[in-house]
Every structure is written in C-alpha cells, then in structure tokens.
C-alpha cells in the first residue's frame, strides 16, 4: 500500500511531499476517530517499565530524529504513528530562512537522501507556543543549534537562549554541533568549545532545579566523520562531566559507495547524506563509543535504520534507543511498529 503512496507522492519535490503528506495525516486526526484508527493500525503497546532512555520511561524505543517536525507542528499527529518519542528542531533563537532552495534530494537508488537545509525553522519562541497546545503524552525532545550569523565565539549564548526557552516544553535536549549544513559549526564538537557549550547548559539546567523545574538530560549528537581521536576527545569529555547521554550518528558529507551516478552527486552538490549508505559508517561509531563508555552514558542510535533488523543491530552494538527519518521516508509508517515489535522482542 505504501509503495503506491510513495510513487505518488515522489512525483513532487521531497518538501513538497513533506508537506503533502503532513496536510493529510491532520486531516484524517481532524476526522472524529482518526487518532483512534491510526492508533489501532500503527501503535505497539510495550511495558514502559521495561523501555526508558536517561530515565525517561518510553512507550518503546522507536524515536523519529530532528528535522522531520522541525518547528513542532505535527506532534499530535506523529504520536499517532506509533514513535516512542519525537525530536523536534533544530530550533535556533531567532528564526531563519536556511539555505536556498533546492536543499533536500533523493537517491533512490541507493535509498537516501542529501540535504542541505541550514536549520531552517521559525524560531524556538513560536515553537514553544505550539508545545503549550501539545495533547498527546509523546515524550518530546528539543534539539537546539546556533543561528548561522551567530559566530562560534558566541554560540553558546544561542544554545543557552534555546535551553532557558525550551526547558519548561521538552522532556530532554540534544545539542546539535554536527550539522555539516552550517558554515564552521562541526568546528564546535572540538573539546574546548563542546566544553563550554555542555558545562554552560548544565549549570543553566541547574538553576532550572533549584528553582522546582524537574532534571532535563542533555545529549549530544556527533557527526559519522570524526576520526578516532576526536571520538576519544568526546568520550573523555563526557565521562568527565558527566553528560547524560549521546546520539550517533547525523548525517555524513562522504559520498562512497553509492549507486547514484557521480555526475548526478555533482550536480546536487554539498549537503549531509542519511538513508541506507550511512548504516555502516554509523555503525562503527556507535560501537567504538560503545566500547568506550560501556553502560554509563547511554546512546541514541541514528543512521540506516530502513527494517527492524537494522534497530536490532543498532542495540546490539549499544544503543539504548534508536531514531529513524530517511526510513521512515522510504519504508512508510509500518516501518515504526516493525522495529518496536522486533526491539520488544
């Protein structure tokens, strides 16, 4: 049913059917019974007891990544899809256009996708006013990044805007420095800058708590192309202060071993590739952080997951949770309740 869906809905721009596609599913949750019938056909009932990520207890471990419902618009309909818990952002403090369009591509053939978007959103304050309406129970999870213009000197400001904005809405943060779609900022996942960013949000979170507000846990989402050291380098700084927890992996700027044509990838030009060819890259990620940090510090894993198979081998190899996006793309909405059903297995 859904590869009918998917061809159609492939003959527009993939914001376009973005957009399509998110337009429908409001649809059907305005019609009295909707939620219930999507609920019925996507949902897996879990023991939540069982299933929990930085103490969060999660209705299974499904999660769907940033950049779907960048400015949390369609939370109440995403919950009905069956997802543990949805990321919304990148959010940045002030609003902003991203980068020119076109900015997000499909590779069919080698079910992927290239984009190029640069944290485009409507700014963290509209977002929180749509949060204040949310409905649903979902676990949320806010990530937050920099606006482009905001040099890197003074990106923490921008990560703390966010952080202070979010902190009553969302149930955890991911701080995101590995976007390859903003100029300079994966130069803020070297230790000294990640350093200031992650210590400054921990003393904000800590003044949040002393003030009534429950304890946020705070991830980080790291890049598929750090080198082993710069992979140590966040290891050691997350065991030192004691981060609660990690996602591995965005997106990838290599271009290896993909059967789209070389010209084709010439003419889409830069941007992070997600789908079916970062499973591996990701992989090798999520199991040397794996080995590094063992249990203490827990992991989200992202990247390739297109079958249930795929979340199982993500838990295999350490992680606690796993988030899909390009899978979910290119496989449809079962694809969520395949993967929960294999995990609580």
């Not at 966010?162 to 991911?174: E, G, T």
């Not at 507000?213 to 192309?225: E, F, G, V």
Request: positive net charge; hydrophobic residues 40%; glycine residues 10%.
């Amino acid at each position: 049913m859904y590869s009918v869906l998917k061809s159609i809905l492939f003959l527009w721009s993939p914001e376009k059917a973005h957009a399509i596609t998110m337009r429908l599913l409001s649809l059907v949750c305005a019609i009295p019974g909707g939620k219930t019938a999507l609920r019925k056909l996507f949902c897996v009932d879990a023991d939540c007891s069982k299933i929990s990520l930085c103490g969060i207890p999660l209705k299974n471990g499904i999660g769907l990544a940033a950049g779907f419902d960048k400015d949390a618009k369609y939370i109440d309909v995403l919950d009905c899809l069956g997802f543990g818990f949805i990321e919304i952002g990148t959010l940045t403090p002030k609003a902003q256009a991203g980068n020119d369009k076109p900015r997000l591509f499909r590779l069919p053939n080698d079910q992927a996708l290239i984009n190029r978007m640069g944290f485009n959103n409507g700014g963290v304050e509209a977002a929180v006013e749509r949060l204040k309406k949310v409905k649903s129970k979902c676990v949320i999870g806010g990530n937050i990044g920099k606006n482009k213009l905001t040099p890197n000197e003074e990106a923490y400001n921008d990560y703390a805007y966010c952080f202070d904005k979010l902190y009553a809405h969302v149930h955890y943060f991911v701080v995101n420095v590995s976007s390859p779609n903003t100029p300079g900022l994966r130069e803020l996942q070297e230790k000294s800058a990640l350093k200031k960013i992650l210590s400054g949000l921990q003393s904000e979170r800590d003044i949040f708590i002393k003030n009534g507000h429950p304890y946020k846990p705070i991830l980080l989402k790291i890049a598929p192309d750090l080198s082993k050291v710069q992979l140590d380098d966040i290891v050691d700084l997350a065991l030192a202060i004691k981060l609660d927890g990690l996602v591995a992996t965005n997106t990838t700027t290599q271009r290896t071993g993909l059967n789209t044509k070389t010209e084709h990838l010439e003419k889409i030009g830069m941007g992070g590739l997600s789908g079916k060819p970062l499973k591996q890259s990701s992989d090798e990620v999520l199991a040397y952080l794996h080995s590094k940090l063992g249990n203490e510090i827990p992991i989200i894993g992202v990247g390739g997951i297109h079958s249930a198979q795929d979340a199982k081998d993500k838990i295999k190899l350490g992680a606690r949770a796993v988030q899909i996006y390009s899978g979910f793309i290119f496989e449809g909405p079962f694809l969520i309740k395949r993967c929960a059903n294999a995990l609580n297995e």
